[in-house]
């Protein structure tokens, strides 16, 4: 089992509409939790950590499932700019471990 | 599924000596790599493109004569830093890009990353 898994995608929405992404990860010792944006060839970004509690930003809000293992991550009222892949990252002692991302594609 | 490593995971050293981290494309061939380095509160820096057969791309900041990238086959890229420094310590990172079918497109696999340490 891979240590981070994502759904590959791509998810092509239209603008305004509401998606969301998982993410399962295979270490239930995990702390930390993230997710990235990347743009193509560019280094990924960090757009927002993952809380027990559930965090929002904006249109984004991030849950993390500790029993499940899994972390989500849905953005509201989609825009053409949110087109990206979208990186489900977690944190082990010191180091970060990548899922491969899913692939948004917003459309006007 | 596509499995990228790094070589080594950790490693500590004395200021002045060379580090070589090694990435590997484990099951599946690819043309491109990239190197990113971590700093605090997590965020990556893109240092260089490495392509096979050719000379890597440095992002503007980054030396390339002190962060030698050297992608000798379609499955193995190197970074060596040289002389290196305190100031090098940092979490070292690969991503190995492959061509997915089926809509995706490009998709970067990354490695589990290098932790140099130099004393």
């Known amino acids: 089992r891979k240590e981070v898994e994502q759904d590959p995608g791509p998810f092509n929405v239209p603008e305004g509409a509401t998606v969301a992404f998982n993410c399962t990860y295979s270490n239930s010792a995990s702390q930390s939790f993230f997710w990235y944006r990347q743009d193509c060839r560019k280094e990924p970004k960090l757009l927002m950590s993952v809380y027990s509690s559930g965090n929002e930003d904006g249109r984004f809000t991030a849950q993390l499932n500790r029993a499940s293992q899994y972390i989500s991550l849905l953005i509201r009222d989609s825009k053409l700019s949110d087109s990206a892949t979208y990186l489900c990252v977690v944190e082990d002692t010191d180091k970060l471990i990548f899922g491969t991302g899913t692939r948004l594609q917003v459309f006007p | 599924g596509a499995v990228v490593s790094q070589h080594p995971s950790r490693v500590i050293c004395k200021s002045g000596t060379s580090v070589k981290i090694e990435c590997r494309s484990l099951?599946?061939?690819?043309?491109?790599m990239f190197w990113y380095r971590q700093f605090p509160k997590q965020s990556l820096m893109l240092m260089a493109t490495?392509?096979?057969?050719?000379?890597?791309?440095?992002e503007q900041g980054v030396e390339k004569d002190k962060f030698l990238i050297n992608h000798a086959s379609l499955t193995l890229s190197t970074l060596t830093v040289t002389s290196a420094h305190p100031e090098d310590s940092s979490f070292y990172i690969c991503?190995?890009?492959?061509?997915?079918?089926?809509?995706?497109?490009?998709?970067?696999?990354f490695g589990p990353g290098t932790r140099l340490t130099v004393l």
């Open positions: 099951d599946f061939q690819a043309t491109t």
């Open positions: 490495s392509n096979e057969g050719s000379k890597a791309t440095y």
């Open positions: 991503s190995a890009e492959i061509w997915t079918s089926g809509g995706a497109g490009d998709t970067q696999y």
